[in-house]
């Protein structure tokens, strides 16, 4: 296992490997005996190409090749912030063929979240392309270059301006790569965290590839599957449940859309006769909204997934109507933890519960503040430990013995109530973490950047309601002298280099913070009082 990794306990790999769930494969040998078993079958569409999977077999080895000659090796670690572009699977398979490992950061972060990346990983690449969605990648990766000295390479995708181009880098002289061990890690994934920058995740061939397997196996994913990347593909909903992994796995199609709006996804769903794709609530709805007056056919969609934040009861109800297709409840972390619903369950399972746990051997605690466990069908704080589940954070022993408790289970922050049927219903956040529409949001890392401004004496970020995100941020704001405006909070935050999802949707100005017994702010009275503001508010 790589340093500042926490292993599972040697008895407890055991009975996973005995089980069945651990097979020894790593995400390289996987690709090749994908490429032999499909050939030329179609693996990845991306606008007008079309790769088969001896193409994207082919590819990951070249450009393996190619980063080889950068000097770029085993267990080196390299931050991939790519959109959802065919290159996205060439690069992730090609740092597997190199026994490097990939750190996937989100098309939306910026400077602050990947200068602490490349610190944190000790990366020493960084792949991006050169545009999208509007923004240019390149001066950010200079920025991120001149704070992080040990970061040799940026690898650009596109125009490169003065960085290493993607497309000198693929070399046909192959072979000779070295012999991953499934048992150590293949990829780093990132936290939504509720303290600070996002932690990283680290996740195993073995572990990885077990959820990836049983996903598609629960989702009855086949050849004849076409699976539309809409969300970005470096999160762990779209990409292993079952996601864009989960698909080649099962020798399937994967289309990649640029956007997950309409626009931009019915088309694809209309022109490679979709049948499967994954969404958050938002979009969810957005979708039913659209599907009314839209030209485009959507009648291949077979199963539309719904995961990243809850979906409400009635809303769940609209699915079949809206799109002609049945819904699929998916809850989970990039720590791990996978559930669904399933085919031929009743079908209020699939409207009003989040689904049950991938594994027989994933265990489960519903606890209260004091950690004792709930009777059924009570509320209380999710705990799992399980065999893809992780049992600590890279580099972050400190708080390590905050998320995970002495004996293995990971304390996820999600207050649940489990059922009879072990389906489990998500009903808030224990953890100081908004979830804004499935992009989670740690409050922390927002108070400690608004702090920063001169103007600012205390900020606390909370989440207010909202009918279409679930949830909003909202900065409240104790000013030193002169109380800056929102405006000018907003932009002070995109110049330290936020992602724009972090950015705050409301900020409130007051004179003080409630506070409790020991005088720390209380954020339930906050949101209590906010809440009340708002509902006064014309």
């Known amino acids: 296992m790589l340093d500042y990794c926490t292993p599972w306990p040697d008895e407890t790999a055991a009975r996973y490997r005995a089980a069945g769930y651990w097979r020894g494969e790593t995400f390289s040998a996987l690709l090749s005996r994908l490429a032999a078993e499909h050939t030329d079958r179609v693996a990845v569409v991306d606008g007008r190409r079309r790769w088969s999977y001896t193409d994207l077999d082919a590819r990951a080895s070249c450009l393996a090749t190619g980063l080889r000659g950068l000097g770029i090796g085993p267990r080196d670690r390299v931050i991939v912030q790519l959109p959802n572009i065919a290159e996205f699977l060439e690069t992730a398979f090609a740092l597997f063929r190199l026994d490097a490992i990939p750190v996937f950061a989100l098309p939306a972060h910026r400077s602050s979240e990947i200068v602490h990346l490349a610190r944190q990983s000790e990366a020493v690449a960084y792949i991006v392309a ?106 762990n909903f779209p990409m292993s449940s079952p996601g864009v992994f989960g698909t080649l796995h099962a020798g399937g199609r994967v289309v990649m859309a640029p956007q997950p709006s309409p626009a931009a996804a019915f088309p694809l769903i209309e022109a490679e006769r979709v049948t499967l794709t994954g969404l958050v609530p938002p979009l969810a709805m957005l979708w039913m909204d659209t599907a009314r007056t839209t030209p485009h056919d959507l ?26 297709c049945d819904l699929q409840q998916v809850f989970g972390m990039a720590e791990g933890l996978v559930c669904y619903t399933r085919a031929g369950e009743a079908e209020r399972y699939h409207l009003t519960t989040q689904g049950r746990p991938i594994s027989p051997d994933d265990e489960i605690r519903v606890v209260d503040r004091a950690g004792n ?66 992009e989670k949001v740690a409050a922390e890392e927002i108070e400690n950047h608004l702090l920063a401004h001169p103007a600012v004496q205390d900020a606390a970020v909370v989440a207010v309601p909202d009918r279409f995100l679930g949830e909003r941020t909202c900065a409240v704001v104790v000013p030193r002298g002169v109380a800056p405006v929102a ?24 004179t003080r913070f409630p506070v409790t017994g020991v005088g720390k702010i209380s954020k339930r009275e906050l949101r209590r009082a906010l809440a009340a503001h708002l509902t006064s508010t014309p």
């Open 130 to 235: 050169a545009e999208h969605g509007g923004f240019d990648y390149r001066p950010l990766a200079g920025a991120v270059r001149a704070q992080v000295p040990g970061l040799r390479h940026v690898i650009v995708i596109g125009d490169a301006c003065g960085f290493t181009s993607f497309d000198t880098l693929r070399d046909h002289d192959t072979g000779g790569f070295p012999v991953c061990d499934p048992a150590d890690v293949a990829l780093f994934q990132l936290s939504g965290g509720t303290t600070g920058t996002p932690k990283m995740i680290p996740r195993t061939h073995d572990d990885y590839l077990y959820s990836i397997r049983a996903s598609a196996e629960i989702c009855g994913v086949t050849t004849s599957t076409v699976y539309l990347g809409a969300l970005p593909v470096a999160h």
């Open 299 to 324: 009648s291949s969609l077979q199963v539309l997934q719904v995961g990243g934040a809850r979906f409400s009861d009635a809303a769940a109800g609209r699915v079949r109507s809206a799109l002609g």
């Open 373 to 438: 466990e709930t009777p059924p069908g009570e509320p209380g704080e999710l705990l799992t430990r399980g065999p893809y589940t992780i049992r600590g954070y890279y580099r972050a022993a400190e708080h390590n013995t905050v998320a995970f408790t002495p004996d293995g289970f990971y304390r996820t922050g999600d207050i649940v109530r489990r059922l009879p049927s072990g389906h489990l219903v998500v009903a808030g956040r224990e953890k100081d973490q908004i979830n804004r529409g499935g």
């Open 487 to 510: 405006g000018e909070l907003r932009e002070f935050l995109r110049d330290r280099g936020l992602a724009s999802f972090k950015i705050p949707d409301r900020v409130e100005i007051v």
